[in-house]
């Protein structure tokens, strides 16, 4: 299914092209941190500040360090070998191939219903003359169009266009919030808060920490340097950069968010509902403490958070699923059939696009299959960090020696995946009990 290792010794031999310059080194890191922080995550953070205040601020730090491993592993796996993160899944047996492809069937079905109506929530609030449901149809075929109709580069320029708004809006906040710095400062002291009846808010905790950031589009990472042209070790150096000035950014960006909620809801005493109605929630709040153009200015950073993540998705996991049924054919990675404008990548833009819009506009819950998307959705990070352990240790992956991990990424890598069997665990408790629960 998978073709040989590409040997350290042929990817020096095809990596003579040189890396970009400084200025053009920023790209698909950039991608995928934006489409990995999406409404939910801000609704987290956002709760997360107004009841801790900045009590939780090492954990979203500590939590976006991991991603930042997670993410390089990937790329690193795809830069030392010359493979796609797939073909390392499915060198290590059936079991991860038929775990992958049911899971991004069952994935793209339900995140496709959920990304489009949380990209139209802040232009139906913005023009509430306009039917939800068409605003959310309409975010599906502008987003399926940009991405049907582009290349990678067209891509990147539109996603860092989104990124520059919701930054901009959201760090702004930030700003004119006025942060209290010492307390800030005191937030950077690992501890766990205590709830309203005393308890200790460890899962809250876990969860923040992991949970910001955290989607499959972290294991498109790779798929994306393809796309960039980064496809050899001489490009290791740039990658690591890219990444690291990413995660950066979705680290202010999230702080940002954290210093809302400490600051602005906690000082409202508000309570934000939840899922991505929060952040409408947020908009009278802002108004009534900053003015009218506040809350405006907050949907249009709330629809460019929504709508970068339909992008990166429709973009990188059609690109994923096209490597997956290309090597299922046994045509491989390189095959024209496993790009983005091949027949098996445009098949799963569709696949994301229309099916999800009959959710949407009938309003139905199909029970059994949001079950099955939460327990898939709950194993894959565990699998994404659990499998990046043996690929990036063993020698007979591919790997050469200088790029394997050292004891540092072994470490974080560990901490990562018991971090995420912990969360996926009690998503998965979860899950069942709501689902029994409807049955009852």
Do not use: C
């Not at 939800?132 to 990678?152: D, S």
């Not at 930030?174 to 200790?200: Q, T, W, Y």
């Amino acid at each position: 299914m998978s073709q040989p290792p590409t040997s350290h010794a042929t990817n020096q031999a095809f990596g003579e092209q040189q890396p970009p310059p400084k200025w053009r080194i920023i790209g698909p890191g950039l991608v995928v941190a934006a489409t990995g922080v999406g409404a939910a995550d801000m609704v987290a953070t956002l709760v997360a500040g107004s009841n801790f205040g900045y009590g939780l601020l090492w954990a979203v730090i500590v939590g976006i360090i991991l991603k930042i491993v997670l993410v390089e592993g990937a790329g690193r796996f795809s830069l030392a070998t010359g493979r796609t993160i797939f073909e390392g899944w499915a060198s290590l047996g059936r079991w991860a191939t038929w775990y992958f492809g049911i899971y991004i069937i069952v994935w793209g079905f339900s995140y496709g219903a959920a990304a489009m109506a949380s990209t139209a929530m802040p232009l139906h609030a913005l023009f509430p003359g306009v039917d939800l449901k068409v605003f959310a149809v309409l975010t599906g075929l502008v987003g399926l169009a940009l991405v049907w109709f582009n290349r990678y580069a067209v891509f990147e320029k539109i996603t860092a266009v989104l990124v520059g708004i919701m930054f901009v809006v959201i760090v702004g906040l930030a700003i004119i919030a006025v942060p209290n710095v010492p307390e800030m400062l005191k937030g950077l002291i690992p501890m766990i808060p205590r709830g309203p009846d005393g308890s200790l808010e460890i899962a809250k905790t876990l969860a923040l920490a992991g949970g910001v950031g955290g989607t499959i589009t972290l294991a498109a990472y790779g798929y994306w340097l393809r796309e960039k042209g980064w496809s050899t070790p001489r490009f290791m150096r740039v990658m690591r950069i890219d990444n690291t000035m990413a995660y950066v950014m979705t680290g202010i960006f999230v702080i940002s968010m954290l210093i809302v909620g400490a600051e602005v809801v906690a000082t409202a005493g508000v309570k934000l509902g939840n899922g991505d109605k929060g952040l409408l929630d947020l908009v009278p709040v802002l108004q009534a403490k900053y003015g009218e153009w506040v809350g405006p200015a907050f949907l249009w950073g709330f629809f460019a958070a929504a709508f970068s993540s339909v992008l990166g998705v429709w973009n990188g996991v059609a690109l994923m699923f096209a490597d997956f049924w290309a090597n299922a054919r046994g045509k491989g990675s390189d095959a024209p059939e496993a790009k983005l404008d091949g027949p098996y990548a445009r098949f799963y833009m569709l696949w994301l696009t229309f099916p999800p819009m009959i959710l949407i506009l009938t309003g139905q819950d199909p029970v059994g299959l949001v079950l099955i998307y939460a327990v898939l959705g709950a194993l894959f990070m565990p699998f994404l960090a659990l499998t990046l352990l043996p690929l990036m240790n063993l020698p007979r992956f591919g790997v050469p020696k200088e790029w394997r991990n050292g004891w540092f990424g072994n470490l974080a890598l560990a901490i990562t995946a018991v971090l995420f069997v912990w969360l996926g665990a009690q998503q998965l408790v979860d899950s069942v009990s709501k689902f029994l629960a409807q049955l009852a």
